[in-house]
């Protein structure tokens, strides 16, 4: 006979979350093995002794956990994905006819709590894997990559010297002069020093003449109709949605406002060690430093000690390797491509500092001196000894002498590349890249990593160290897991040995009382 179901809406009187939820249930075993309870303490202090009762702090950091779990970065979709997850709800506290807070109440929670609060959570759940064996420590891979920040490139504004501000604002937006001065921007957020324009003379022609480029020869790149994407620079442009955002871009895609996020993984099991976010118009090696010590300091208090730093060549420099070599760190980091080394037909000669040419003439030291930033060691001949040498046309050109520019840190470089060439550090190689740049792959695809929903570097900071504590709390529980079953397997196995001697043991007596 033909069913039908006849659903009549019915008012339980009996009814728990905790017998509705199966006992693998990831948010069941998550909520069993994650303690937040210190937040109380340490939230103690933002808060009032009168009003209404403010959003639990340990919930306010469970909703977050659960919207990177579960790849969302709206918190209105947040609040309704969890209303309809019974799991969700157990895992927050929250009966199935209990109201969860407002979306905007997240947000303002999220302003509130600094960003060392946000570095204590992480460094909880990253105590709980090293805690279980998944942290060796010892070798640590350091990358980074552009996050799309929380503004268009449609919001841009044009730097002006301060004192011309008002008037270029008025002549670019075609405004009455007597009416004051508006940017599309419903809300600058930007200070003084932010809309200051940056680019000296010399930057301004680069400028054009990189635009001039652009426009002969873009064909079918990416981007390439995007107006804003295309003549844009940030020391000629800013953002007033979101000051702290810069430009940036990737090989093969369009300019956008981005974040950097900075990253450390251990080798071991892949857990991220450190993460945060950085202005995406500087260079990775300006930040490495700081990542370190952080990362030292960190890994030192858990009991680990750090050997082996794996960069890409974005964190070259001098001053980086000698960095290392002071804190007793091997470093593997390819020079950059602008590293030149010895030059040719020279030889070095330590005892005297000097460089020796083939013909037996010598590039004595003459100053140290700073070329954009980088520190260098100046050698050059006596023009006396370079003007009837045979090599001269070939050797100097139109010069008297010849002159020879080598880094301070030629030295730590030597060792740097001498390392990389060992096995350790071609096996290192193949080891940095599989190690960072699937975590990378997996923050931004499955962990709401993709885009910040923030305004500001403090917040995005915020973003990053929540998606670095989902991302591990997910490999944590994974570990336990696999552990679990492995050991499963070792017990089921020795029983299926100990049975098989047994029943060997049982024939063997039967025959011999045959």
């Known amino acids: 006979m033909q069913g039908k179901k006849d659903y009549q809406e019915k008012l339980f009187a009996n009814f728990q979350l905790s017998e509705r939820v199966p006992k693998e249930n990831f948010y069941r075993r998550l909520s069993e093995v994650l303690d937040l309870h210190f937040l109380y303490k340490l939230t103690k202090p933002y808060y009032g002794d009168c009003g209404q009762k403010s959003l639990d702090p340990v919930v306010f950091y469970k909703l977050c956990i659960v919207g990177y779990l579960e790849n969302i970065i709206s918190d209105r979709k947040l609040i309704d994905h969890c209303s309809m997850r019974m799991d969700i709800l157990f895992f927050l506290g929250y009966d199935i006819d209990e109201p969860l807070p407002w979306h905007s109440t997240i947000s303002r929670t999220r302003q509130l709590f600094p960003e060392d609060l ?50 270029h604002i008025r002549k670019i937006r075609h405004a009455n002069p007597d009416e004051t001065p508006r940017r599309k921007s419903k809300e600058d957020k930007s200070d003084g020093d932010q809309r200051k324009l940056t680019a000296t003379d010399s930057d301004l022609k680069a400028i054009e003449n990189r635009n001039q480029n652009w426009r002969d020869n873009c064909g079918d790149r990416p981007g390439h109709n995007v107006e804003r994407a295309k003549y844009t620079s940030n020391k000629t442009h800013y953002s007033p949605t979101d000051p702290d955002a810069r430009i ?14 900075q990253m450390s993984v251990d080798t071991a099991n892949h857990v991220i060690t450190d993460i945060g976010a950085d202005f995406a118009d500087q260079k990775d090696s300006q930040h490495l430093q700081k990542i370190t010590l952080r990362l030292k300091e960190r890994l030192h208090k858990q009991g680990l000690s750090m050997r082996n730093i794996l960069a890409d060549a974005g964190y070259s420099s001098g001053e980086n390797y000698a960095f290392f070599e002071e804190l007793g760190i091997q470093s593997y980091i390819p020079p950059h491509g602008q590293y030149k080394g010895v030059p040719d037909s020279f030889t070095y000669h330590k005892d005297g500092n000097y460089w020796e040419c083939s013909q037996g003439k010598r590039a004595e030291f003459r100053k140290s001196f700073e070329d954009k930033g980088v520190k260098k060691n100046r050698y050059a001949t006596v023009t006396r000894d370079c003007k009837n040498c045979p090599i001269k046309t070939a050797c100097l050109g139109k010069s008297l002498q010849k002159r020879i520019d080598i880094t301070y840190y030629k030295e730590e470089y030597d060792r740097g590349i001498a390392r990389l060439k060992s096995q350790q550090g071609k096996r290192f190689k193949f080891i940095r890249s599989s190690t960072v740049e699937p975590v990378f792959g997996s923050l931004t695809q499955f962990y709401g990593m993709r885009k910040v929903n923030t305004i500001g570097i403090k917040q995005a900071n915020k973003v990053m160290l929540m998606a670095g504590t989902a991302y591990n709390l997910k490999k944590y529980l994974k570990f336990i897991q696999k552990k679990t079953i492995s050991k499963v397997e070792t017990l089921k196995a020795s029983f299926g040995l100990c049975f098989e001697q047994l029943l060997g043991c049982k024939m063997s007596f039967q025959q011999l009382k045959m």
Request: proline fraction near 5%.
């Open 118 to 167: 946000f570095e204590k959570v992480f460094t909880q759940v990253l105590g709980l894997c090293i805690e279980k064996g998944m942290v060796a420590g010892h070798t640590q891979v350091i990358d980074s990559a552009p996050v799309k920040a929380n503004a268009s490139m449609d919001s841009l504004e044009l730097k002006v010297p301060e004192e011309e501000l008002d008037n």
């Open 248 to 261: 940036s871009v990737k090989p093969g895609k369009s300019r956008k406002l981005n974040y950097l996020s």
